[in-house]
Every structure is written in structure tokens, then in C-alpha cells.
């Protein structure tokens, strides 16, 4: 009788460690993931259709990179984290005027960012969470010219940027997938792995 009380407080001890190391305070994690329809590309499309009608010069070929970005995360309370972003972009292009490419186009987007997120279920293997995140996003733009005689043109620009995390998944232990939806600098909908520290 004593044998089986000490094996059930053992256990109980046990799975109340494990699910308070599922986002207790001081925990950490790293994440990688990839992003479509950041803040970034949808801006591009607005700017396009609003551009590219009173412009003699059209791009054709778009290709963009998705937001590509790694992260890290540390609970400052049971279920909240603070932690910061680092996303990548790439946007390519040819560029046309009347039906002769006339250049190529290359962006690569920076974004740098902090944010915070709020589990509000949280488990050994399954958390629900929602978040926010501001950053600023720094683009370097080059423009190089098909005539060899004519020199390339590079541009800089920044701004801030942010992120929104309606809902958010993460499933696993400490080697987890997630999943999120929201609008912002990683993208509308975002999918990657993380570990927990």
C-alpha cells in the first residue's frame, strides 16, 4: 500500500515538473521558421498597382523569398515571453520598358525586431498563445542595368514594422512544430520548429 502511494506521489510530482517546464518563468526557446505574405510583399503588390499604371517601365518575373527568420524567446512569467525576430526577404525582377527587359531588380529585406507573446493554454505538449511584435525593416535595393555601359543604382530605405499573432500553436515537447496566423513582418501564415532550453 505505502509501495503504490509513494509510486502515485512520484508520478504526480513528475507530471506537475513537466507541465509547469511547459512555459514556466526562466524557460528559453529558439525558433526557425518561413513566412508568406509579410507586411513587406504585400506592400510591394499595393505599391505596383498603384505605380506601375502611370509608369512606362513594368516588372515582370516577380519572385519573392517568403520571410525566412529565426528567433528567441525567454518567459519572463508562467506563460509569457518577451524575445526578438530576425527575418529575411528577398524580391527579384526584370525589369521592362515596352517589351525590352531593360534591368534586373533585386530587394533584400531586413527585419529586426522584439516581441511578446501570451500563452493562454499551455501544456506539456500543446500550447495555444497570441502575441505582438514591433521591429524596423531595413531594404537594400539594387537595380542593374542590361547595357553594359551604364552603371548599377542602389537604394536604402527603412521602417518601422510590426507583427500581430492572432493565434499561434505549438506542438511538441521540447523539439516542437508551430504554426501561426496574423499579419505582419513573418507573414500571414507562418510554420516552423523550435527548442526549448
Known amino acids: 500500500m505505502t509501495n503504490n502511494l ?3 506521489l512520484i508520478c504526480f510530482l513528475i507530471s506537475n515538473v513537466v507541465l509547469l517546464n511547459a512555459q514556466q518563468k ?3 526557446e529558439i525558433k526557425a521558421g518561413y513566412g508568406v505574405l509579410s507586411s513587406n510583399e504585400i506592400g510591394k503588390v499595393f505599391t505596383d498597382i498603384i505605380i506601375t499604371p502611370f509608369s512606362e517601365t513594368k516588372t515582370t518575373d516577380e519572385k519573392h523569398s517568403g520571410a525566412l527568420f529565426i528567433g528567441y524567446n525567454y518567459a519572463v512569467k508562467d506563460n509569457w515571453t518577451i524575445g526578438t525576430d530576425l527575418v529575411y526577404e528577398r524580391y527579384t525582377a526584370s525589369v521592362n520598358k515596352q517589351n525590352l527587359t531593360v534591368a534586373s531588380q533585386k530587394n533584400d529585406i531586413y527585419t529586426l525586431a522584439v516581441n511578446s507573446t501570451y500563452s493562454y493554454i499551455s501544456k506539456p505538449k500543446f500550447r ?3 502575441g505582438v511584435g514591433l521591429g ?3 531594404s537594400n535595393e539594387k537595380l542593374s542595368p542590361n547595357q553594359s555601359d551604364v552603371q548599377s543604382v542602389s537604394s536604402k530605405s527603412s521602417s518601422f514594422n510590426f507583427q500581430v499573432i492572432g493565434a ?3 506542438i511538441g515537447g521540447k523539439i516542437a512544430g508551430f504554426a501561426e496566423l496574423g499579419f505582419g513582418y513573418k507573414g500571414i501564415i507562418n ?3 523550435s527548442y526549448q532550453l
Open 136 to 138: 524596423y525593416t531595413f
Open 128 to 130: 495555444m498563445y497570441s
Open 6 to 8: 509513494n509510486k502515485t
Open 26 to 28: 526562466g524557460t528559453s
Open 191 to 193: 510554420l516552423g520548429i
Open 168 to 170: 499561434g500553436i505549438r
